[in-house]
Nanobody
Framework: QVQPVESGGGLVQDGDSLRLSCAVS????????MGWFRQAPGKERDFVAV????????YYAEAVKGRFTISRDNAKNTVNLQMNSLKPEDTSVYYC???????????????????WGQGTQVTVSS
């Protein structure tokens, strides 16, 4: 069972930056897509960003394009989400999604990922 572990959440101010990391202890890490989703209180878990198995193809939600960057290091079995110019509306629990499709043909759905982390809280104050 693949178990992603997130880190890096916290409380920041409007306009600040934050970097989330996700580690996966699984030898097949480099064979599948990895993603980030987020869920605000009372709302659905929404797609944020995804990277394909080798990190060459990425997709982003419109709300974060130009501000967030997803990257992966297959040698370290980690995926990161660099979040710049944070806004109060970015406040959510952020979840790392692992074991996604081997190839990306667009924005994936939640059901495309087999494993999820416990989530890390990101709070942006105004």
């Amino acid at each position: 069972q693949v178990q992603p572990v997130e880190s890096g959440g916290g409380l920041v101010q409007d306009g600040d930056s934050l970097r989330l990391s996700c580690a996966v202890s699984e030898h097949a890490f480099s064979t599948y897509a990895m993603g980030w989703f987020r869920q605000a209180p009372g709302k659905e878990r929404d797609f944020v960003a995804v990277t394909d198995a080798n990190g060459r193809r990425t997709y982003y939600a419109e709300a974060v394009k130009g501000r967030f960057t997803i990257s992966r290091d297959n040698a370290k079995n980690t995926v990161n989400l660099q979040m710049n110019s944070l806004k109060p509306e970015d406040t959510s629990v952020y979840y790392c999604a692992a074991n996604g499709p081997p190839r990306l043909r667009g924005v994936p759905a939640r059901a495309d990922f087999a494993s999820w982390g416990q989530g890390t809280q990101v709070t942006v104050s105004s």
